[in-house]
């Protein structure tokens, strides 16, 4: 980092790193309690799956939204010394960061099978998909405000890859075109050749 720089990473990458995890897993883990009678039996978990799998959608994708929407009208412009971080390097290290409870979460969801089969897995699967909703709509604040919403990097270790924990003081805004990732997180796709 150059002098007065800070380290920045875009916080619809960071919400949106831990869907894909998550969405997998759960994925595989509600397809290996199919394949388990469970305490409760199949047709019970996975009705129940579904409900958990919608709740758990809607919270992960509608909690702490006040936080953000905060965050983004306080947020100040990115100074010229700070060093926008490119979205694999934010996605590699919340995984990396996260990868042990992503495999706690895994054989919590498989464990559960044995009581109530695919319903865990679900449960995580939504947790994924909460995630993606999230990211969008954090796509959808940038789109209308047109910036990008950064957060310093340092402060995401601090609080575990939350971007909008506590150790999160605010967030810093760049133009549309700048990074790797488009509004919500996404990979930027290159333009269309003519």
């Not at 980092?1 to 790193?17: D, E, I, K, N, W």
């Not at 894909?20 to 019970?44: D, E, K, M, S």
């Not at 996975?46 to 509608?62: D, E, N, Q, T």
């Not at 999160?168 to 805004?173: F, S």
Request: aromatic share 8%; proline share 3%; net charge positive.
């Amino acid at each position: 980092m150059t002098r007065g720089g800070q380290g920045l990473a875009r916080v619809a990458v960071v919400v949106r790193a831990g869907a894909a995890p998550l969405w997998w897993l759960g994925v595989v883990a509600a397809g290996a309690g199919v394949l388990v009678p469970g305490l409760t039996g199949r047709r019970i978990g996975v009705l129940a799956g579904a409900a958990l799998f919608l709740v758990a959608a809607a919270v992960v994708a509608y909690g702490r939204r006040g936080r953000y929407r905060a965050s983004a009208r306080s947020a100040v412009r990115a100074g010229r010394h700070d060093v926008l971080q490119d979205r694999a390097v934010t996605v590699r290290n919340w995984r990396r960061g996260h990868r042990w409870w992503l495999l706690l979460a895994f054989l919590a969801a498989l464990g559960t099978a044995f009581a109530v089969p695919v319903a865990g897995g679900l449960l995580l699967a939504g947790c994924g998909a909460g995630l993606w909703l999230k990211a969008a709509w954090i796509g959808r604040l940038e789109r209308a405000d047109e910036v990008l919403l950064w957060v310093r990097v340092d402060w995401l270790r601090a609080g575990a890859g939350r971007p909008a924990g506590k150790a999160v003081k605010g967030y810093r805004t760049t133009g549309v075109a700048a990074g790797d990732a488009a509004p919500g997180g996404a990979r930027r796709r290159a333009p269309a050749l003519v």
